[in-house]
């Protein structure tokens, strides 16, 4: 089972990490944690992780596609349209798309929520039906 995880800066650590750990242990579980390139990448607690694969080496369909939260960092991915079109495009193809905490509002700004009930942190809520909204990015093009 290949299990995508977006990696990115200023991401909340154990956001990650939990999820990761978990899936970690299932038989024949594959994890690729993606960034646009495979450089280290702070967390907002100050400890660097290290991407697997970048965007163009990442596999095209993955089983679970996965979104940790944050904050500062999850607003700037939120508003990357190379992370939002990666994430949709994958998400498309995926078995499963899910997230922790404010993850949700890249999933939403990548389109993958349409359609679907979702939360994020409560001090986020106000946020997320502005990620469900359209991306005005995305249709312009």
């Not at 956001?15 to 960034?35: H, K, R, T, Y």
Request: net charge negative.
């Amino acid at each position: 089972m290949l299990i995508q995880m977006l990696v990115y800066p200023d991401m909340t650590l154990l956001d990650l990490v939990g999820p990761a750990q978990v899936w970690s242990l299932w038989p024949d579980a594959e994890i690729q944690f993606v960034w646009k390139e495979a450089s280290p990448l702070m967390t907002d607690c100050g400890l660097a992780v290290v991407p697997t694969h970048s965007f163009p080496d990442a596999a095209e369909s993955p089983s679970i596609l996965f979104a940790p939260g944050g904050l500062e960092g999850t607003t700037r991915a939120m508003a990357d349209a190379e992370v939002t079109d990666f994430m949709s495009a994958r998400g498309m193809s995926s078995g499963w798309v899910t997230s922790v905490c404010t993850g949700a509002l890249i999933l939403g700004a990548s389109q993958l929520l349409d359609g679907y009930k979702a939360t994020t942190h409560w001090m986020a809520l106000d946020a997320l039906p502005l990620a469900l909204a359209p991306n005005p990015s995305k249709s312009a093009g």
